[in-house]
Nanobody, 116 residues
Framework: QVQLVESGGDLVQPGGSLRLSCAAS????????MGWYRQAPGKQREFVAT???????AYADSVDGRFTISRDIAKNTLYLQMNSLKPEDTAVYYC??????????WGQGTQVTVSS
């Protein structure tokens, strides 16, 4: 079993920055990719960014150029650096891990609120 614990969510003003972290623990055998998703009130969960085992990254158009996904393999930790935050970035942010044998795991989420 894999556990994912997100942290770093907070209330921030528009234009501000935050860094989210996701610590993975448990039986981590083979990670195909990890990523960040978000869910705003009344909306479906949506893709934000992903990083594959080889290091390639992909971003949603809405965050490309403002957000950066990265990882520390030694610490089994995933990060999301969020800059130039906008009110529409307000959501619960979830960490996701997908293994090579097709099993996916979600974290519990961390709240990001962008408001003046």
């Amino acid at each position: 079993q894999v556990q994912l614990v997100e942290s770093g969510g907070d209330l921030v003003q528009p234009g501000g920055s935050l860094r989210l972290s996701c610590a993975a623990s448990g039986s981590i055998l083979s990670i195909a990719f990890m990523g960040w998703y978000r869910q705003a009130p009344g909306k479906q969960r949506e893709f934000v960014a992903t990083i594959r085992s080889a290091g390639s990254t992909a971003y949603a158009d809405s965050v490309d150029g403002r957000f950066t996904i990265s990882r520390d393999i030694a610490k089994n930790t995933l990060y999301l650096q969020m800059n130039s935050l906008k009110p529409e970035d307000t959501a619960v942010y979830y960490c996701y891990l997908h293994t090579w044998n097709g099993v996916g795991y979600w974290g519990q989420g961390t709240q990001v609120t962008v408001s003046s």
